[in-house]
């Protein structure tokens, strides 16, 4: 496993910019604040930002990275969280993908039936999904896993560890190999995501080469983050920051009082940096850091990774609250 990962898409700097590309008008990034106006529809996992994939237009939507690349004759595995939609239903039933590698080798996606009922399923090629017989609810989030084969005839997984779902499907792709992945909305066969109506949240991608797994807690006191992000949103405090350097002395942790991912220095709330290699450097118990926005700590240098440490705060952890005040 790379440190931190290969890849890791989480869209906190408000945009898809992490992304190579994004394709179609259904699916972008949205601010919590946006999302907390259709109660219908997901918020952000964790942070202030997730990717909103909104149906009923018969066309593709998703952002796409050619970081996301698998060799041939390899297994490796994507981890993201799903929310759907409690507006969700099908006039037709219908399959979509929503994470899929190309070629595609494997993918992970939904049959949505014109009777109400949702499903997990996996595909490879042209192929319809492979489905688990749990039905899915709507207005929760889950942990999807993937595990894709890149060897031909070998065997590829999808997960949702919540249910204890797994499903699989074997690799009938030709090449040995895959360019980019893909996360959004994205018809498969002859259905027309016209037939579907409601939305889906995307958020915390990740892909490397081992099992990922799921957070035990959405919302834990103590995070380790792995990328930039906001911590969380709205007034709190930070108890205590934790850097864990690199492989250099370049690394360092800084926290700006936002929730619009506002690096201007009139926003930079706390600093910590390192001096030694592979170090792990504490605030100091200076005493809690208080902010009134948001909490976006910016990780930056060779490898760094931070350990925040959350105190009071006016909604974290707290969907209903968060809803409420961002009216």
């Known amino acids: 496993m790379a440190f931190p990962h290969d890849f890791e898409g989480n869209f906190e700097v408000g945009s898809a910019s992490e992304w190579t590309a994004t394709v179609g008008t259904q699916a972008t990034v949205k601010h919590y604040k946006d999302l907390a106006r259709q109660r219908a529809w997901g ?56 994470m899929q590698h190309l070629p595609v080798v494997a ?63 074997t690799n009938a792709a030709v090449t040995g190999a895959t360019t980019e992945g893909w996360l959004g909305i994205l018809g498969i066969g002859a259905g027309s995501l016209a037939n579907v109506t409601g939305s889906l949240t995307l958020d915390a991608y990740v892909h490397d080469t081992a099992r990922i797994y799921g957070d035990l807690a959405r919302f834990p006191q103590r995070r380790l983050i792995t990328k930039t992000e906001h911590v969380f949103v709205g007034a709190g405090e930070i108890c205590d920051i ?60 060779t490898e760094p990774q931070a350990i925040i440490t959350i105190g009071a705060t006016a909604s974290y952890g707290n969907e209903a609250a968060l809803r409420s005040t961002s009216r």
């Open 43 to 98: 918020m952000p996992y964790q942070g202030a930002y997730a990717l909103h994939a909104e149906f009923g237009v018969d066309t593709d939507s998703y952002v796409r990275s050619t970081s996301i690349a698998v060799s041939s004759g390899t297994t490796e595995d994507d981890k993201f969280m799903l929310y759907i939609g409690k507006d969700v239903t099908a006039s037709v039933t219908t399959e979509v993908a929503i």
């Open 107 to 169: 993918a992970v996606g939904l049959r949505i039936e014109s009777g109400g009922e949702i499903f997990f399923g996996i595909r490879s090629t042209s192929a319809a999904l492979t489905v688990s017989p749990i039905a899915l609810e709507r207005g929760k989030y889950y942990t999807v896993e993937l595990e894709i084969d890149t060897t031909g005839g070998n065997t590829c997984t999808a997960r949702i560890a919540e249910l204890g779902i797994e499903v699989t499907t």
């Open 242 to 301: 934790q850097l864990l350097a690199g492989g250099g002395t370049d690394c360092l942790a800084e926290v700006y009082d936002t929730d619009v991912a506002d690096t201007a220095r009139s926003t930079l709330v706390a600093m910590v940096t390192n001096s030694v290699s592979d170090e792990a450097k504490d605030y100091g118990g200076r005493g809690p850091i208080y902010v009134y926005n948001g909490a976006y700590v910016v990780l930056a240098g």
